[in-house]
């Protein structure tokens, strides 16, 4: 697996993806909508190619030279003048850096059978990738740690996790839990979070991101849904020394300041695992390190449920 400072896009072989694309989300909503809800026929692989080209930002002639074909035959498959191999579409679908979930919609449109298989995480077939999972978020403690989905919903957490979630809203803590609502709902972590503004805008930027990396319309109606939480706006941008941007909530009277990374598998051929993220929280300062310590012996301490 591999980690990436304070930042997560689509499981790759990095935890982040820097690419090309500076749409933002309201402006991309329309055309995805349109390109995902209409009850018409099932759009051609042309079609798809050309909205993921473009979402890149790269002309044909630009993907033409990096699949290392001409410009004329990418011309002519995006027009449905020429139908693409199935070595094609993948070879294309690498050089955009389509999710993989996506790509297999590539492969039906271009009337080929899915090749990435999309098990659930308690498939035994990804028995080894669950264990690293629930190792890695021991291992983490007495430090908080958890693992989300491609719509950041909580997959899996360590002990750390519950005790900074005590006297959240029982609603916001329902299976599916969302992180990112959980952050931003004033009924949540919130009034809590004592860098609010700071915190919360960062979100939104990764957010902002990934929706432009995925085009996924259940990001993009996440992202509207949390623009509308009453969460000031950031007043100063952030320090030129700063090297990380910090979570510091309030626990009781005392305020504990973490900084994160995010972790993704770094080879994944199963969709599930190429959505999969695990999201670390290491202490900030000595002051949160003890407290942290203090909590995890107060847990060890208490009885075991039956």
Sequence with gaps: ???????RGPARVVALRHD????????MTTQISSARTTPAQPFPIGHHLRQWRQRRHLSQLDLAGEAEISARHLSFVETGRAAPSRDMVLR?????????????????????????????????ALGAARQAVDTILKAHEPSPALAIDRHWNLVAANAMVTPLLHGIAPDLLAPPVNVLRLSFHPQGLAPRIVNLAEWCAHLLERLHRQCEVTADTELLKLYHELKGYPVPARRTPVATDAVVVPFRMKLGDDVLSFIS?????????????????????FPADEFT??????????????????
């Design 261 to 281: 990374t995010t972790m993704v598998f770094g080879t994944p051929i199963d969709v599930t695992l190429s959505e999969l993220a695990i999201e670390t929280f």
């Design 20 to 27: 090309n694309c500076h749409v933002h989300p309201d402006a």
């Design 92 to 124: 294309l679908a690498e050089r955009l850096d389509v999710p993989l979930r996506e790509r297999n919609v590539l492969l039906v449109a271009a009337g080929f059978a899915p090749m990435f298989s999309q098990r659930p995480l308690d498939d035994p």
């Design 1 to 7: 697996m591999t980690s990436e400072v304070m930042d």
């Design 289 to 306: 390190a003890r407290r942290l310590r203090a909590m995890a012996s107060t847990l060890r301490a208490a009885p075991t449920k039956a």
